[in-house]
């Protein structure tokens, strides 16, 4: 069956440091693969997403992320975190057929930037 | 330019008791989804349509239902709310096809005493 997960539940980095957040997906095909934000209180907010193409995709907010099918995986970097990068990050695969495409969801990494 | 508005925000329950939780859409999008958030539970499916007429249930199902008599509105049911059901919950909606962007809603915290 298809699967997400994000190995670390919460991550606590100093403002401008570097930042690395691990995502591992379990898929037969070629998978679509989104990385999303939730800030508290709010709703979720597409950070960026890959199915084809170059492996190293670029978001919004300076966010980046590679996607390397030999590892399963597509882990979310930054290069220098800001205080306003504290939220709560969600790494996603598409799957299914045509229109009934589904969005299954990891279980979220928590980052919360130290001053 | 509202996008997914859910409404309420908050709500308390008592068991037994039944509700709607509504999502309204103005981005005429076919595909639209309804999501539990619990801690460290990530965000699971619970029912979805690709369109009105269609519905279709997802991962955790129970407990709930929906229908689409428009492509604006995709209602949830609670028929009898349980403990188990407090959760935030989420819509979303987005075009038809896997590798489209998901919009959500803000959300509902819905409590159940």
């Known amino acids: 069956a298809q699967s997400v997960t994000q190995p670390d539940i919460h991550i606590t980095v100093s403002e401008g440091a570097s930042l690395e957040l691990r995502c591992n997906y379990s898929y037969g095909a070629t998978p679509y693969l989104f990385w999303y934000v939730q800030s508290p209180g709010q709703g979720l907010q597409l950070l960026l997403k890959?199915?084809?193409?170059?492996?190293l995709v670029q978001g919004i907010k300076g966010f980046e992320a590679e996607f390397k099918r030999s590892q399963s995986s597509f882990n979310l970097r930054k290069p220098s975190v800001h205080w306003s990068d504290a939220a709560e990050y969600f790494c996603?695969?598409?799957?299914?057929?045509?229109?009934?495409?589904?969005?299954?969801f990891g279980q979220g990494t928590t980052l919360q930037v130290k001053p | 330019n509202a996008g997914v508005t859910q409404t309420p925000k908050f709500q308390v329950l008592k068991t037994g008791q039944s509700m709607t939780l509504q999502c309204a859409q103005d981005m005429n999008h076919e595909y639209m989804s309804w999501y539990r958030q619990d801690p460290g539970m990530g965000l699971r499916l619970i029912h979805y349509s690709v369109g009105a007429g269609i519905t279709d249930q997802g991962e955790v199902p129970n407990g709930y239902n929906v229908s689409r008599s428009t492509t604006e509105d995709f209602p949830l049911r609670l028929l009898s709310a349980a403990p188990s059901q407090t959760s935030v919950y989420f819509c979303?909606?987005?075009?038809?096809?896997?590798?489209?962007?998901?919009?959500f809603g803000q959300g509902t915290r819905l409590t159940v005493v």
């Open positions: 979303a909606s987005r075009v038809v096809g896997m590798n489209t962007e998901a919009f």
């Open positions: 890959y199915f084809s193409g170059d492996t």
């Open positions: 996603a695969v598409g799957h299914g057929s045509g229109n009934t495409g589904k969005l299954i």
